[in-house]
């Protein structure tokens, strides 16, 4: 496979990144604006909320099985439009049943989505000889912050739904359908996933387990941020409702940067080393949080968990494919659904524990499971883990 390829894939891959980021935030940054459209009770909406979820958990599940016939890149191809279709859906109803309908879409889509975006994401990292996974995900951190602004400007300016979502579907279909002529998989991967196709048996989930439970805590970590900052911020620590704001924006930034320069940081030291010190500055983030006097206190703590766990995630996919070499699809597609799972746990375990006893406490309670990831630490260093070390096979390829 020529340096070129491998550029254009990995080119068009990051582009899919950026556009899931784009659409994911799009939907989730404007709950409140689709629940008052359709009429959903508070008592309704955590099922809708749910629901997403756990149909992309399906979603991957079944994604494993379809990989096992067709490439991944042919699952991504259909599966981002039909997840920007889904986006567009959600807006043009005005049925309860036609939300229900899109979102259930939406879950399924996603699934596959994300399954097959990260495996072909470790299948290009094992071409290229070196760890590149971290700036996939700064790709979907940046389109995040894209569509959150977006949103923003949706509710600032009192847009319908529709109108908010479809100027983006009508720019990133098309961006996103041409950009996939250009994937492309490691001509390694292909080799070994050949001698594995069908073979879902030769993962081991005692062996993946570990990364399962590191997968989770991080997502529960990450939805603790994403549904809590801004009410902790200001019902906790006192801030005005505009500062309460910020955390999450500074959360998101912080994400990119991390993941921005996170590819360097396991190049030189190794992806245990960087998970390791992602975990603990993450940890500490928490700690921060739950300790602080004031809002400017809380915002550091946020800032550090960014930095800290934008690291965890995408490492434990790449470990995920070192320790399945053979088998890299099904094990990512398994260890996927533990993103669902953290999410799904998350919010409704910080938010349990705030009612029954504090918020201050429950922050306490995500930064004792990110800690938790140091014990699997090892985990992320199988052998072949650090890319150009001397485990690895010659590095034949360098682009991009």
């Not at 949103?151 to 996103?176: I, K």
């Not at 094990?331 to 746990?345: H, M, P, Q, S």
């Amino acid at each position: 496979m020529t340096d070129a390829r491998l550029r254009h894939g990995r080119a068009s891959l990051a582009l899919s990144f950026f556009v899931q980021g784009v659409t994911f935030a799009l939907l989730v940054t404007r709950i409140p604006a689709i629940q008052d459209r359709y009429g959903i009770s508070d008592g309704l909406l955590p099922v809708f909320l749910a629901a997403v979820p756990i149909l992309a958990g399906v979603g991957s599940v079944v994604t494993e099985k379809v990989v096992a016939r067709v490439r991944p890149r042919v699952v991504l191809r259909w599966a981002q439009p039909l997840v920007l279709l889904a986006l567009l859906g959600v807006g043009a109803g005005s049925e309860v049943w036609e939300a229900a309908l899109a979102l259930g879409v939406f879950g399924l889509a996603v699934g596959a989505l994300d399954a097959s975006m990260n495996m072909m994401g470790v299948s290009l990292q094992r071409a290229y000889g070196r760890s590149i996974m971290l700036g996939f995900h700064a790709a979907f951190s940046l389109g995040g912050i894209a569509g959150a602004s977006m949103a923003w400007a949706g509710a600032h300016w009192d847009l319908s739904l529709l109108v908010s979502y479809l100027p983006a579907v009508v720019v990133l279909l098309p961006v996103a359908f041409i950009g996939s002529r250009w994937y492309v998989e490691g001509k390694q991967e292909e080799e070994l996933q050949g001698e594995a196709r069908g073979k879902a048996g030769s993962v081991s989930f005692k062996l993946l387990m570990p990364l399962c439970l590191v997968m989770c805590f991080a997502y529960i970590g990450d939805s603790t941020v994403s549904n809590w900052s801004a009410k902790y911020l200001q019902d906790v620590l006192g801030s005005s409702e505009q500062l309460s704001t910020v955390p999450y924006n500074v959360y998101m930034v912080t994400t990119l940067l991390g993941r921005a320069v996170g590819d360097f940081g396991v190049r030189r030291f190794g992806a245990v080393a960087v998970v390791r010190s992602g975990s603990v500055l993450a940890a500490a983030g928490f700690g921060v949080v739950a300790l602080a006097g004031g809002a400017w206190v809380g915002m550091l703590g946020f800032t550090m968990l960014g930095l800290g766990l934008c690291v965890v995630v995408p490492q434990t996919f790449a470990a995920a494919g070192r320790m399945f070499p053979g088998a890299s699809d099904s094990a990512i597609a398994r260890l996927n659904i533990f993103n669902y799972v953290g999410f799904l746990v998350g919010s409704p375990l910080v938010g349990a524990l705030g009612d029954a006893w504090s918020y201050r406490g429950a922050m306490l309670v995500p930064m004792v499971l990110v800690l938790a990831t140091l014990v699997y630490a090892k985990s992320f260093g199988a052998e072949p883990a650090r890319y150009g070390g001397g485990h690895e096979r010659p590095r034949t390829v360098d682009v991009g």
